[in-house]
């Protein structure tokens, strides 16, 4: 049951940042000053939208049915980098901010990519709303580095750092400063999808001038102990 919690929580999360990338461009589909081009992107980011969506209720129907996470998959990490930043880019709160991708080399490791992609979106997200505070334009850089066995994916922004009052806890759930829609559980989904992977979410710098998170994995993943278990027959069989 505490397994099911947990994924209808993450779930619920990630469809609502969905919910709202739709609302804000259906809202824009109303806008009559538009060309047909336009229009066209904003419906195809919709049915992105929506397929994600879809994707995360078949991940949970398989999980209810089985009772196992997806399976990991050999991927390439950086695809997965492009992915995250293409869906933040059309949220409302990315739209207006300028993101730029630094060095992706084509570093490969056994993922989860769905969940993986969450968490880096999460982590762009929280960027583009702290970088949209700051007083200059905003900014947020996003690259990827390959060391040894390990992938680290670091995200800068020039917002104004993290709020002192939460610097402590950052990482607990439904601890969020600032944000009239918060609930405060990005960052507590990405650590922990992260740590499926092996690896973490870390702070690694805060100060008035924008904040640095990094995310690593580990790229080849010993399968998971649920996997090992073999049923054996009962005496009845
Ligand atoms: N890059 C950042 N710069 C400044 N503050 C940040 C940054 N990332 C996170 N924070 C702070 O940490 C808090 C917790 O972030 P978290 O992502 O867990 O929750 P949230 O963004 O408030 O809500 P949501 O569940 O929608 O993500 C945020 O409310 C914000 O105050
Ligand atoms: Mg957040």
């Known amino acids: 049951m505490s397994a099911i919690g947990r994924m ?115 982590l762009l997200l929280n960027a583009c709303q702290a970088a949209t505070s700051s007083t200059d334009v905003p900014e947020v850089n996003i690259c990827l580095a390959e060391v040894d066995d390990r992938i680290y994916v670091t995200i800068l922004d020039n917002g104004p750092g993290i709020p002192a009052s939460v610097r402590s806890t950052l990482f607990d759930p439904f601890v969020t400063a600032g944000k009239p829609n918060g609930t405060g559980l990005g960052l507590t989904l990405a650590r922990r999808i992260a740590e499926e992977h092996g690896g973490s979410v870390c702070l690694e710098e805060s100060n008035p001038k924008g904040a640095v998170f990094t995310l690593s994995l580990t790229k080849n993943r010993s399968p998971d102990l649920e996997d090992l278990i073999v049923v054996s027959p009962t005496s009845s069989d």
């Open 8 to 122: 209808v929580c993450s779930l619920s999360h990630d469809m609502r940042h969905s919910l709202t990338a739709i609302y804000a461009n259906a809202e824009f589909l109303e806008r009559h000053d538009m060309c047909i081009r336009e229009r066209a992107d904003l419906v195809l980011e919709i049915q992105k939208a929506v397929l994600t969506m879809t994707e995360l209720l078949d991940s949970l129907l398989q999980f209810g049915c089985t009772g196992r996470n997806n399976p990991r998959v050999r991927t390439c990490v950086s695809l997965v980098v492009e992915k995250a930043v293409a869906a933040v880019k059309f949220h409302p709160d990315g739209r207006d901010v300028s993101i730029t991708v630094g060095r992706l080399p084509s570093a490969e490791a056994d993922i989860d990519a769905l969940n993986l992609q969450s968490a880096i979106f999460n």
